[in-house]
């Protein structure tokens, strides 16, 4: 259960790295997002990371929460991958 | 000189990555397997039911030990840890002659009686097998594994380079494009887990680093033994008085360590002279119970029980080692993180599987006769069937002999894994004597029917059923058996797709050969 938190989060920043992408904002938005807007997409992807990482240090202190943080990264961006393809395959 | 670099790397990627490949799959598969080693003994020993008390346990082993070898020398017992429910004893007889290790070991339940039912090597033979293999000697097994593991690290970091946009393409997967699917495939299960597999390479040659590297302790201590005794606590053991004295209640002195350690279980005991007024007592704290793998031990007088000696691993470099044989390992893992861990390692052995089948997809299309590949080519694309669908079908098979040897056969434990060698085998003949790309959706059909004959033989054959484990909460058997359905379903799916893909480049043969006949 300790993951799910977490586990979300992740998969909410791997979405705004994805938008941040040019290849991936047509699946997301339907269209191609200005410059200004991406990089906010990319910004907040990697600030939600940091969330993340946050919350595992915070919960089971900085070494098992680093590690438990890449094995949630990892699984949320499989999930993020999983949705992508998903959706570009409908 | 960029694009130097990049196809040097390329080169150095592709030929590290197909020498070590077959090898270092049934690695990545076996040692994701030992993730859930605990578990998956507990499948194969249906009959031992119920957790395990570690201060029972060890009450239990020694009424075991007192009653079968009471003036040994030595008795070394390894307690079950939160997920396992048996213990396993060994002992040295008293007597000059060194016995035969079957003889001199048992496995017990937590009040002591032998287990006999089944016998087995459990998931800890898939561990073993991970960086022992089997059939050869271990220690020339171990140099191969880590000159696989080393080219793993050679590949991986090239890998980096060479397929430059990993990170460009992070979220592209994009199926039903031959070759550029695969490379996808790639591409995504490496960058993914990128940290976990450099990970998992790097600390798995750490947990050998010693034995591929002794020179460091060669030039420093008279021996390996005089090293392990100076840093890790092991205390010499003094000679027996003569005088018989029963021993000291031992779950009195696994509570008192277990204290000592704030809580933490006590994994592995070992008591010198037991029943002699000079017995000692030495445990060490269980690798589960915190990162390091390596821990703190305590010592106690056999004779009366008393706490003599403590020991903490200290010093910069065994913690360091400590910890990274921790990590790789991951006994600390609870269940998220363990299913994180198994998750990636899954991820691994796909990554390893899409490179090798990547090598052929990628030369096929620049044979000059792909109806007839040359001798390279073949013996590549056989041995990726074999490596990869003949190793599935041998899992499933030792996991299928485990419930369907007869209970009485003599070395049935063995018997077992002969099971999932021969299967291996068959797979791999198949593969050689079929058409590449019938051979490949066959033998993939084969691992889906095993991993899915798996909870019915189980059902058939025991009371402990899917549908009997989800009805009474037990997840162990539970998943267990669903993780096997759902390996079912990815090798059918993966059958159903090398099918299709046969078809179309039958589809795709026929007019490009008309083609060439007419010009």
């Not at chain 1, 990089?39 to 990482?53: N, P, Q, S």
């Not at chain 2, 859930?36 to 031992?48: A, C, G, L, N, S």
């Not at chain 2, 840890?81 to 040295?92: C, K, L, M």
């Not at chain 2, 990162?291 to 031990?297: D, K, L, T, W």
């Amino acid at each position: 259960m300790i993951h799910l938190l977490p586990l979300a989060i992740a998969i909410a920043a791997f979405v705004a790295l994805a938008v941040s992408m040019k290849r991936h904002q047509r699946d997301f938005v339907g269209r191609l997002l200005p410059e200004p807007q991406a990089r906010l997409a990319r910004v907040t992807g990697w600030l939600l990371l940091g969330v993340v990482w946050a919350i595992d240090a915070a919960l089971l202190g900085p070494a098992m929460g680093t590690l438990v943080w890449i094995g949630e990264a990892s699984m949320g961006a499989w999930l993020t991958v999983a949705a992508i393809t998903w959706k570009a395959a409908r | 000189m960029k694009d130097g670099l990049r196809q040097s790397m390329a080169l150095l990627h592709t030929w590290s990555g197909l020498l070590i490949g077959w090898l270092l799959f049934a690695m990545f598969a076996t040692g994701t397997a030992a993730y859930f080693q605990d578990e998956i003994t507990r499948w194969m020993q249906p009959e031992v039911t119920g957790p395990a008390d570690p201060a029972a346990s060890a009450q239990g082993a020694v009424r075991f030990l007192n009653t079968v070898a009471p003036d040994a020398k030595s008795w070394y017992i390894s307690l079950p840890n939160s997920r396992a429910a048996t213990t396993q004893v060994y002992w040295q007889p008293g007597g000059e002659r060194p016995a035969k290790r079957g003889e001199t070991s048992a496995l017990l339940d937590q009040s002591g009686h032998e287990i006999t039912t089944r016998e087995t090597r459990g998931g800890f033979f898939l561990y073993r097998f991970h960086f022992d293999l089997h059939y050869m000697p271990v220690l020339w097994a171990r140099y191969l594994v880590g000159i696989a593991a080393m080219f793993m690290l050679v590949a991986i970091l090239s890998g980096v380079i060479t397929h430059k946009k990993i990170f460009a393409d992070f979220f592209m997967l994009r199926f039903g494009k031959g070759q550029r699917s695969w490379l996808d495939a790639h591409n995504v299960t490496a960058v993914l887990a990128l940290p976990f597999h450099l990970m998992i390479t790097f600390t798995g040659l750490v947990t050998l680093a010693v034995m591929y590297m002794p020179w460091g302790i060669a030039a420093n201590y008279a021996s390996q033994d005089t090293f392990y005794e100076t840093f890790l606590g092991r205390s010499e053991t003094a000679e027996a008085s003569g005088k018989t004295v029963p021993l000291a209640d031992l779950g009195t002195m696994v509570r008192t360590a277990s204290a000592q350690w704030q809580g933490r279980r006590v994994g592995y005991i070992s008591i010198s002279n037991p029943n002699d007024a000079a017995a000692q007592v030495d445990m060490s704290r269980a690798p589960e119970a915190a990162f390091g793998a390596r821990g703190e031990s305590v010592t106690f007088a056999g004779a009366t029980g008393r706490m003599t000696g403590a020991h903490d691993a200290t010093g910069a470099a065994l913690a360091t080692e400590s910890v990274m044989i921790g990590l790789h390992t991951g006994r600390f893992a609870r269940w998220g993180l363990r299913w994180l861990y198994f998750l990636s390692g899954i991820g691994g052995t796909i990554m390893v599987g899409s490179g090798l089948v990547l090598w052929t997809v990628k030369r096929r299309a620049r044979l000059p006769d792909p109806a007839r590949p040359h001798f390279g080519f073949l013996l590549v694309e056989r041995l990726n069937i074999a490596a990869i669908a003949g190793l599935a079908t041998g899992i499933a098979a030792y996991f299928l002999a485990n419930r369907l040897l007869p209970l009485e056969m003599a070395d049935r434990a063995e018997r077992e894994i002969d099971c999932m060698f021969l299967a291996w085998l068959a797979v791999g003949l198949w593969g050689m004597v079929r058409p590449a790309a019938r051979a490949w959706a066959e033998t993939l059909a084969l691992a889906g029917a095993c991993f899915a004959a798996i909870p019915v033989v189980n059902a058939l054959t025991t009371g402990r059923g899917l549908v009997p484990s989800l009805l009474a909460g037990d997840w162990t058997f539970a998943g267990f058996d669903l993780v096997m359905l759902a390996l079912a379903a990815g090798f059918v799916l993966a059958s159903a797709k090398a099918a299709k893909a046969r078809a179309r480049v039958g589809n795709r043969r026929a007019p490009s050969a008309r083609r060439a006949a007419s010009s």
